[in-house]
């Protein structure tokens, strides 16, 4: 078949169209002699003839594809592959169908629809989770799967590259492909890095988009986010890079563009009040204000508090709103974003400083000087603001914003810089600030995002700008284009390895396909001597331009064919790149290539005193970031450190690409349909660019180079058996019978490949065949046509003939009779119409007469009336001018005196005005020159305090003396020069009363720092009575220890001081070591006082009269106003400025801390008094009270015995905890080695008791003195006391043990008299054997731990003796060391660190005492409880087993422990009651485990079938009806708790057993019933006997545990229902939407397989065979039934299960049909239909169809009639009436997909679906339920267990033999 053969009449084409870029045309007659005949309708619609001349096959118009085709979810199934089926494609699925995914090949194209989509939530994220690409409709989420689960089987890291141009919908695709992974991994660490992932987003979005006139939120950088994955594929962490931020936004926008979003954002929180001071409130009078883009003189307004329009910065767009946008609520969430990201307030505070800082900073105006310089006005309050926000000298950033250095060998010369040049400079440094703080959030939010461990994998999403060209194209342009040549370089490649790989896979022949290599680009670009090799080295030279650089661009690369120089132009290049040719313009190249910034400018920001400005300057950046900016050198070196901005972007291109070649990639590329940003709004000449540009044409041609028509054997068969006769099938062998049909079809063997699997076709032969099969069906039809309408027709005619007669017949008759009845009618009509004439005659002349008479009447009174009301006007008009006319003179006369009123007032002002302005003029020179004296005066006296502060903090520092000395000389002068201007002064009246003025407040405020001093010395004074006390205390515990230890001093004194004298020196060399770094910090702020003293000494030089300025008198302030000052209060404000300077620096360690701390302790220990001990002298030592006592040792010492005593109170707590809940297990063991071990008790006790005399002994002869040690010993001794009453009670027990046994005995004997042997007919007694040796070992277990915890206390209290007696003996040495010698400084510092130490030991001694109290009270009760329990002898409870990894959601509700049961926790209400009893098993108590086991752990769901259903749940109430007989209430707790912790154990343990599950449902239900119907309660004794009534419950209400036990079922309800879902999920496709039982009615459509190498998830899955599903389904729903109905369940309880299942089946199908475009139309509607049948079939066979089961799946089968319904426009309302059951957004879904399965079929058109659309709004008006696209498969009906009793009587019970449950007996 040639391509001619194609090309006949009515065949349809595309032509080019300049406005539509392809127009669809149809051939009018056959093609031949190289001239193709069209017809076509243009723009305006009409109808269009044209002969288009080719030369030859391969210039022929595209073809165009079949209808059927039109609308594929992907491109690459098209069977006619070009630019104009790809462009229309997308269009019909955009405009139409409202679909904005499309897939071509393994490209996910993404159109932005401008509206909101309701297709991104939690259930379509769960619908397409787990489905392979091309299962389901295209979507983001569909990739993001496939990354995901290539990650999880193939092991390996994946990206997501996301591409286009600004507005296309990047960013959003990115979050939501983020938000797709945050939502299926599953982790539930702390971190919740999922939370700050998302939370990220609103970060970068304020900092790094902005509004563009493509886009209201376009990124304005790129960005690569890998997130991080552990090995269970939870996300761990994440980490972003940067890639190119477009600093020139900052400042400069393009019209109807904006700045970033969060400069607007802190104008709107300044608009509200936040913020004051970022002072943002500014009015309307910079100089940029008034420039802009307005072409005339900006109009004078009111300005607006914190608008945007005051910044020079944000108004250059004239746009400064967003539509729909709340920039204060954006602030609002940016905030929140910064906190949940560890970014705190404060540090925020800085961040937006910082920002206003840069808004500031663009207000400034720079003037023009004289010559070629600049200058900045000294009253620019928008500088004054910057260097208040960013911290840093006001005069040093003046002068370097309009001056600049140069270094020329040893000399540095200041240049100024012209008025151009300072504001590029004032822009370069807004630039780089922002670009700085930028950098800085980006580490901070990797630093959040950071994961502690390795992470195993990564999934990579990048959001990169698309391919651009403008009308004039820069450096930004260059480099985002040469990024989208390294990324479709990297695209191709990937695109020919999967081809490849299928080829292979399927063992077909294959030829290599050319594909463009952009490789050639790169290498002009970045190879040697390229573009960026020339531009860096142009960058380098002195004298570099941009004219010179395009020149040697010229020489250099005209080599390269992609590189070419336009005709017109010597400033501009151009590139042929992959997309487009583009021209760039040279200009700015070279400046922002280097981008700098002046060295000057930088140092001062390094100065700053904002800790982020000045660490953004200061520190060293690791790595290399993502943009760097390069400082204006000083030196000749460092210019080649440096690199330029298109070096560091290589270099991170390079690496970015490296790791994209280290990961399976997937793309996403996003298309901007539009660029009025409209709604599903479609132009095709912006999209055929940007598919040109993105990949996706490339992807069509290497696939149509190919053979990208794919078909199995077994579709192809099902598709094209038509045309092929039946000898030719082979049903057994289908690649045998699809090879003859195709042989019969196509005779170029290059047109077909045979797989392994699958039929190769090359383009246009998909639909070659259909065309075949169009023609033979069409054949076929017009053959069946002819007979049946040939039949038609000669029925007709004999049934028209035969009508004819009797019609004939029954005329003639009717006829006749017709005109008799006429003749007699017109005769009387004549007689009625001669007497009816005469009545009306006479009827018209009366009336005419009255109406005569009555127009006359009302005529003449009309007259009247109107001659009276003319009277009336003309007077009423004489009165109104008589008024008007007196009141116009008087409003003459008025004006004229106000108008000379007016006239007088402005001459007067005028005047006034003037005579002020001179006085202004005259005040203004001197109060100006006073207020920069005053400034002056401050910095002097700041100077001043600096240097004093500086010779106090650090000795060595002398030299500032003779500064001081210096600056009072220049003082002093300074003094004279204000004294002459004061005497060449004018107005020396008004400066002496200014000054006296200034004297006042100094006054006043000498008074208030006088408060201040008073109140310090306050606080002084009540410090030293507190430190009076302290050494009070000190005294007396010194004294104390003097007197208890002075003989044992005087003999080891010696050896042990020298001992304590190396231990201190060790100490103080380690505190030296402290000092020594805490200089090395000192010294650093030394440095950097220093830097500031310098510029404050080239300040002084100014001041004085240096080089650069000379000063005058009209500069000198009057500084006598400092120089009265007293010097107190110079001193005090020193001492305040030191302490801001040195605010942070107080902690523990610090300089300032330890500075204090040993100036302090050294004018303490100075001060005492310590004396020489003499011989039996017991004089205490006094310590005079400081003025200030500060010692931060003492502090953190007691703190960190709190925290170690909190430490022990936690590990006392848990051991009382586990003494007090523990239950050892009981063992054998006679009764004569219990009475031994209590002996050995005794015998253990009385030593103990011995011991702890020792101990007391012992502490009270060493510290005779010590209260707090005697109060340690008063607990000994109640101790002591509490082990003698643990003894008696111990007796006590035993003595009980005895009468119980004695007392049996007695009853025996006198019950059964001689005949004692009846006692254990039963065993009662091995049963009392048994208890007696439980309770034994109950009592031997508890004695022992009693004795292991007493001896475990006697161990710590004896190490606590020891530990004391070793303090004692240290301070004794040490009192005695410091009492032998003088009074040097270092032993007495020793001997206070030695004082304040058993101080804080003291405290802590005291606390351990205190807990210890606490602990034995804790122990008296624990020993209460254990002797009742002893008494009682009570049993022993099963702990409460934990079994993990249930699918019930956790442990159930209300559970009941019994090991935790005590008398003082809330259990269920047992009420008893007097009745009779009946029907029961009598068991006993410790044989309850017994039973517990056998009727529920080891009871097997097969071995349950063959019993009475629910039989374990009768044996169970029986024996609760046991308990309620012998009245035990602690038997029917223990019993009922057993019940249920049973069934929890074994429903946790066995939940994946469907059997296991439904018998214990049913055999709780059937307790909680008989619990019900034995209650007493008459609402449920309806249905009861007499014999069951008198059978109920008498002693005990279990109301309570009747609703723990229905919560259980509820428990085990969801499990079942769960269990079943997960049985069924799998089928559910298969079997409703899939199977296909209906013989002839294929859905297969026309249209290969996806276009790669086909999904992870397809290859690895096996899916359920489509035709053996439905019966598998069927299967798996009886087998639910039998279960359910063979362990007795209730049949109410088994329709809700399967109305939920149904439910389940209905969502799961109905939302895969939505999300699936091959799946809706008219034979797969009738096949689903056919298969819903089967499911209600099988609801009426097992008698569920009345109870409504089948009413959930009303959704699905209702969608299956809507694909079936006819959709004209008169079935509007019928559809709408017959779809109640679904939404509107589902019906329209499913009309937009549904596409016809053959060409004989209609499309849908769009004004039906709109006309459904508007009817259904009505409906949705009070509906908004249905505003959901997809169902939700996890909701639930609530559940209920209606009242089911039982009729089987209690009596006729019979245990089976194979329970083996003899331990019960029944009653």
């Known amino acids: 078949m040639s391509v001619r053969e194609l090309y006949v009449k009515g065949a349809r084409v595309w032509i080019p169209d300049p406005d539509q870029v392809w127009r669809c045309a149809e051939l009018t007659k056959d093609y031949k002699n190289n001239i193709v005949a069209v017809v076509y309708d243009d723009a305006q619609g009409v109808e269009r003839t044209e002969d288009l001349v080719v030369k030859n096959d391969e210039e022929l118009p595209p073809l165009r594809n079949p209808d059927i085709l039109i609308g594929e979810n992907d491109l690459t199934s098209l069977s006619y592959l070009h630019e104009p089926a790809v462009l229309y494609n997308l269009q019909v699925r955009f405009c139409n169908q409202n679909a904005i995914y499309t897939y071509c090949g393994i490209v996910l194209v993404a159109i932005n629809p401008y509206d909101e989509m309701p297709i991104y939530g939690p259930d379509t994220i769960s619908a397409y989770r787990g489905h392979s690409m091309g299962d389901l409709d295209p979507h983001i989420f569909a990739v993001a799967e496939e990354a995901f689960t290539q990650m999880e089987r193939e092991n390996k890291d994946q990206s997501i590259i996301v591409s286009g141009e600004s507005g296309a919908g990047k960013t959003v695709s990115a979050k939501y492909a983020m938000r797709y992974f945050a939502t299926i991994s599953g982790s539930d660490s702390e971190t919740q890095i999922e939370k700050k992932i998302l939370a990220s987003n609103p970060i970068m979005e304020a900092i790094g988009n902005a509004k563009t006139t493509r886009n209201d939120n376009s990124s304005r950088f790129g960005k690569y986010i890998e997130l991080d994955f552990t090995p269970s594929y939870s996300i761990m962490g994440a980490n972003m890079r940067t890639y190119l931020l477009e600093k020139s936004r900052v400042v400069f926008q393009a019209p109807d563009e904006r700045n970033y979003h969060i400069f607007y954002q802190l104008c709107s929180a300044a608009e509200q009040g936040k913020l004051p001071h970022l002072k943002l409130r500014k009015p309307m009078r910079f100089h940029y204000l008034n420039q802009g883009l307005q072409e005339g003189p900006m109009v004078a307004s009111k300005p607006r508090k914190g608008h945007q329009d005051n910044f020079h910065y944000l108004k250059q767009g004239s746009s400064p709103h967003i539509d729909g946008v709340d920039d204060a609520e954006d602030f609002i969430e940016t905030c929140k974003a910064f906190s949940l990201l560890g970014i705190n307030e404060g540090m925020q505070e800085q961040i937006f400083r910082i920002l206003a800082g840069i808004l500031h900073l663009g207000n400034v105006v720079l003037e023009e000087g004289n010559g070629d310089s600049s200058a900045i006005s000294t009253g620019d309050k928008s500088l004054k603001t910057v260097s208040e926000l960013l911290g840093i000298d006001l005069e040093d950033i003046r002068k370097w914003l309009c001056n600049r250095k140069i270094v020329s060998g040893r000399e540095v010369f200041t240049k100024p810089m012209t008025l151009t040049e300072a504001v590029f400079s004032r822009d370069a440094l807004s630039k780089h600030i922002y670009a700085k703080l930028f950098d800085w959030i980006v580490t901070q939010i990797n630093k959040c995002f950071a994961a502690k461990a390795k992470p195993y994998r990564f999934i990579g999403v990048l959001d990169i700008y698309g391919f651009e060209t403008f009308e004039i194209n820069s450096f930004e342009q260059f480099c985002i284009n040469y990024a989208n040549e390294k990324l479709q370089q990297q695209f191709n490649q990937h695109v020919f390895k999967l081809e490849?790989?299928?080829?292979?896979?399927?063992?077909?022949?294959?030829?290599?396909?050319?594909?463009?290599?952009?490789?050639?680009?790169?290498?002009?670009?970045?190879?040697?001597?390229?573009?960026?090799?020339?531009?860096?080295?142009?960058?380098?030279?002195?004298?570099?331009?941009?004219?010179?650089?395009?020149?040697?661009?010229?020489?250099?690369?005209?080599?390269?064919?992609?590189?070419?120089?336009?005709?017109?132009?010597?400033?501009?290049?151009?590139?042929?790149?992959?997309?487009?040719?583009?021209?760039?313009?040279?200009?700015?190249?070279?400046?922002?290539?280097?981008?700098?910034?002046?060295?000057?400018?930088?140092?001062?920001?390094?100065?700053?005193?904002?800790?982020?400005?000045?660490?953004?300057?200061?520190?060293?950046?690791?790595?290399?970031?993502?943009?760097?900016?390069?400082?204006?050198?000083?030196?000749?070196?460092?210019?080649q450190m440096k690199k330029t901005v298109g070096s560091q972007f290589r270099d991170s291109l390079n690496l970015l690409m490296m790791t994209l070649n280290s990961t399976t990639p997937h793309y996403v590329r996003c298309i901007k349909p539009n660029d009025e940003k409209m709604a599903f709004t479609f132009d095709p000449t912006r999209a055929i660019q940007q598919l040109r540009a993105c990949g996706v044409l490339e992807t069509v041609r290497i696939s149509a180079a190919g053979y990208p028509s794919r078909w199995t054997y077994n579709e192809f068969f099902c598709r094209y058996r038509v045309l092929c006769n039946s000898k030719d099938i082979k049903r057994n062998d289908m690649r045998l019978t699809c090879e003859k049909i195709i042989g019969n079809m196509i005779n170029d063997e290059d047109k077909f490949k045979f797989g392994r699997t699958k039929i190769f076709f090359r383009a246009g032969q998909v639909a070659y065949m259909e065309k075949l099969r169009a023609d033979r069906l069409s054949a076929c039809g017009v053959m069946i046509q002819k007979h049946v309408r040939m039949f038609l027709h000669r029925n007709r005619y004999r049934t028209m003939r035969k009508a004819a007669v009797t019609i004939q017949k029954y005329t003639r008759g009717l006829k006749a009779r017709r005109h008799v009845h006429h003749i007699r009618r017109t005769a009387a009509a004549i007689k009625i119409q001669a007497a009816i004439r005469g009545w009306v005659k006479r009827v018209q002349y009366k009336r005419l007469v009255y109406t005569v008479t009555q127009l006359q009447a009302h005529a003449r009174g009309a007259w009247a009336r109107e001659k009276y009301q003319h009277m009336r006007r003309v007077r009423a008009a004489i009165i109104i001018q008589k008024n008007v006319r007196m009141w116009q003179a008087v409003y003459h006369y008025k004006m004229a005196m106000r108008g000379m009123i007016t006239l007088q007032g402005l001459v007067r002002c005028f005047l006034a005005k003037k005579q002020l302005k001179k006085l202004k003029i005259e005040a203004r020179s001197v109060e100006h020159q006073r207020k920069l004296n005053k400034g002056l005066e401050n910095k002097i006296i700041s100077l001043q305090q600096k240097l004093t502060e500086a010779k106090l903090e650090v000795g060595n520092v002398k030299t500032y003396k003779e500064e001081i000395v210096t600056l009072k000389e220049q003082l002093s002068e300074m003094k004279g020069v204000e004294t002459q201007l004061k005497n060449s002064s004018n107005r020396v009246s008004e400066l002496e009363a200014m000054v006296a003025k200034l004297t006042q407040e100094v006054e006043a405020e000498r008074g208030e720092k006088m408060d201040v001093l008073s109140e310090k010395e306050r606080a002084e004074k009540e410090n030293r009575e507190l430190v009076e006390k302290l050494n009070a205390e000190n005294a007396k515990l010194t004294e104390e220890l003097m007197n208890a230890k002075k003989e044992e001093a005087k003999k080891e004194g010696e050896e042990l001081l020298k001992r304590k004298y190396e231990a201190e020196k060790q100490q103080m060399i380690m505190e030296y070591s402290e000092e020594k770094s805490s200089y090395q910090r000192l010294l650093k702020e030394f440095n950097r006082l220093e830097q500031k003293n310098e510029q404050l000494e080239e300040q002084m030089a100014k001041m004085t009269g240096g080089n650069s300025h000379k000063r005058t008198a009209s500069n000198v302030s009057n500084l006598s106003g400092a120089s009265d000052a007293p010097t107190e209060l110079v001193r005090d404000d020193a001492s305040e400025f030191n302490s801001i300077i040195v605010d942070d620096d107080v902690g523990y360690g610090s300089v300032r801390s330890r500075a204090s701390e040993a100036s302090d302790n050294s004018r303490n220990l100075e001060s005492i008094d310590w004396g020489s001990p003499q011989k039996g002298d017991t004089s205490e030592i006094r310590i005079p009270v400081p003025e200030k006592v500060e010692d931060i040792t003492l502090v953190l010492q007691l703190q960190n015995k709190v925290r170690e005593l909190e430490k022990e109170r936690r590990t006392m707590a848990k051991r009382i905890d586990q003494l007090e809940n523990s239950s050892s297990p009981l063992d054998d063991s006679q009764h004569a080695q219990e009475l031994i071990r209590l002996q050995e008790l005794e015998m253990e006790n009385a030593k103990l008791k011995d011991d702890l005399n020792r101990l007391r002994k012992s502490i009270a002869d060493s510290e005779p003195q010590n209260n707090r040690i005697q109060e340690f010993m008063k607990q000994?001794?109640?101790?002591?006391?509490?082990?003698?009453?643990?003894?008696?009670?111990?007796?006590?027990?035993?003595?009980?043990?005895?009468?119980?046994?004695?007392?049996?005995?007695?009853?025996?004997?006198?019950?059964?008299?001689?005949?004692?042997?009846?006692?254990?007919?039963?065993?009662?007694?091995?049963?009392?054997?048994?208890?007696?040796?439980?309770?034994?070992?109950?009592?031997?277990?508890?004695?022992?731990?009693?004795?292991?915890?007493?001896?475990?206390?006697?161990?710590?209290?004896?190490?606590?003796?020891?530990?004391?007696?070793?303090?004692?003996?240290?301070?004794?040495?040490?009192?005695?060391?410091?009492?032998?010698?003088?009074?040097?400084?270092?032993?007495?510092?020793?001997?206070?660190?030695?004082?304040?130490?058993?101080?804080?030991?003291?405290?802590?001694?005291?606390?351990?005492?205190?807990?210890?109290?606490?602990?034995?009270?804790?122990?008296?009760?624990?020993?209460?409880?254990?002797?009742?329990?002893?008494?009682?002898?009570?049993?022993?409870?099963?702990?409460?087993?934990?079994?993990?990894?249930?699918?019930?959601?956790?442990?159930?509700?209300?559970?009941?422990?019994?090991?935790?049961?005590?008398?003082?926790?809330?259990?269920?209400?047992?009420?008893?009651?007097?009745?009779?009893?009946?029907?029961?098993?009598?068991?006993?108590?410790?044989?309850?485990?017994?039973?517990?086991?056998?009727?529920?752990?080891?009871?097997?769901?097969?071995?349950?079938?063959?019993?009475?259903?629910?039989?374990?749940?009768?044996?169970?109430?029986?024996?609760?009806?046991?308990?309620?007989h012998i009245n035990d209430d602690e038997k029917v707790r223990s019993l009922l708790n057993n019940i249920v912790n049973g069934v929890k154990r074994v429903i946790k343990k066995r939940h994946e057993d469907l059997d296991s599950t439904v018998l214990w449902l049913s055999n709780t239900l059937r307790l909680l019933h008989n619990l019900k119907q034995y209650s007493g309660d008459k609402a449920f004794q309806a249905e009861n006997t007499v014999k069951q009534n008198e059978q109920s419950l008498k002693n005990f209400d279990l109301s309570e545990y009747r609703q723990v036990l229905s919560d259980i079922a509820v428990w085990i309800y969801n499990g079942v229902i769960k269990l079943m879902e997960e049985k069924v999920q799998p089928l559910i496709v298969p079997s409703i939407l899939e199977h296909e039982a209906i013989a002839g009615l294929s859905g297969n459509k026309p249209g290969g397989m996806r276009g790669r190498a086909g999904s992870v998830a397809r290859e690895l899955e096996s899916p359920v065979e489509p035709q053996k599903a439905l019966d598998l389904l069927l299967k798996e729903m009886t087998q639910f039934y039998r279960t359910l109905a063979m362990f007795g369940t209730d049949p109410e309880l088994i329709t809700q299960v399967f109305r939920q299942i149904f439910y389940f089946i209905c969502a799961g199908s109905l939302n895969n049909l939505l999300l699936r475009k091959d799946m809706c139309h008219w034979s797969k509607g009738m096949q689903i239909r056919y298969n819903l049948s089967h499911l209600e079939q099988w609801t009426r066979d097992m008698r569920l169809h009345e109870a409504g089961v089948t009413d959930t799946l009303a959704p699905i089968i209702q969608a299956a009639q809507l694909l079936q319904a006819r959709k004209t426009d008169d079935d509007v309302n019928s559809i709408c009436d017959m779809c109640d059951k679904l939404s509107v957004s589902q019906i329209i879904k499913i009309l937009n997909l549904y596409t016809p399965a053959d060409e004989f079929e209609e499309r849908v058109p769009i004004s039906f679906i709109h006309k459904i659309q508007n009817k259904l709004q009505e409906r949705a008006e009070g509906e908004q339920a249905q505003a959901t696209l997809l169902m939700n498969t996890k909701f639930a009906f609530p559940v209920r267990f209606p009242f089911n009793p039982s009729s089987i009587h209690l009596e006729d019970i019979e245990l089976p033999e194979s329970l083996n449950l003899v331990m019960l007996k029944k009653v």
């Open 1276 to 1524: 000994f001794e109640a101790l002591q006391d509490e082990l003698e009453r643990r003894r008696e009670e111990c007796i006590q027990l035993r003595t009980v043990l005895a009468n119980r046994a004695h007392d049996l005995r007695s009853l025996t004997q006198s019950s059964y008299g001689k005949d004692v042997d009846i006692v254990n007919e039963d065993g009662e007694l091995a049963i009392a054997y048994q208890t007696q040796k439980q309770v034994n070992r109950q009592l031997e277990d508890e004695l022992k731990s009693e004795k292991q915890r007493h001896r475990e206390a006697e161990t710590e209290y004896k190490s606590e003796l020891d530990r004391l007696r070793r303090d004692n003996d240290r301070q004794q040495k040490l009192l005695a060391q410091n009492l032998t010698k003088g009074g040097g400084s270092q032993p007495e510092t020793l001997l206070q660190s030695e004082i304040m130490r058993l101080t804080s030991e003291n405290l802590n001694l005291q606390g351990q005492v205190d807990n210890l109290t606490e602990q034995l009270k804790k122990y008296k009760r624990s020993l209460k409880a254990y002797a009742k329990k002893i008494k009682e002898s009570g049993g022993t409870g099963s702990k409460r087993s934990s079994t993990h990894g249930s699918p019930y959601g956790g442990d159930p509700p209300d559970l009941l422990d019994v090991a935790a049961t005590t008398e003082g926790e809330a259990m269920p209400v047992i009420r008893k009651k007097e009745r009779d009893y009946m029907g029961m098993f009598e068991y006993d108590r410790r044989e309850e485990m017994q039973i517990i086991r056998v009727l529920i752990y080891e009871l097997k769901p097969r071995v349950a079938v063959t019993f009475l259903p629910g039989l374990p749940a009768y044996i169970l109430f029986m024996c609760i009806r046991h308990t309620d």
């Open 500 to 639: 490849q790989e299928e080829y292979v896979k399927e063992q077909i022949e294959w030829e290599f396909i050319n594909f463009y290599d952009n490789q050639p680009c790169i290498d002009l670009i970045e190879s040697k001597l390229g573009i960026l090799d020339l531009l860096d080295e142009e960058c380098r030279m002195p004298r570099g331009s941009d004219q010179s650089w395009v020149e040697k661009l010229y020489d250099k690369c005209k080599k390269w064919e992609h590189f070419s120089k336009p005709r017109l132009s010597n400033t501009s290049f151009l590139i042929a790149h992959f997309a487009d040719k583009v021209g760039y313009e040279c200009a700015g190249f070279l400046e922002k290539n280097r981008d700098t910034v002046s060295e000057e400018q930088i140092n001062i920001l390094k100065s700053s005193q904002i800790a982020l400005v000045h660490s953004l300057f200061t520190e060293k950046e690791k790595g290399a970031p993502p943009t760097k900016v390069k400082v204006l050198p000083t030196g000749s070196k460092s210019k």
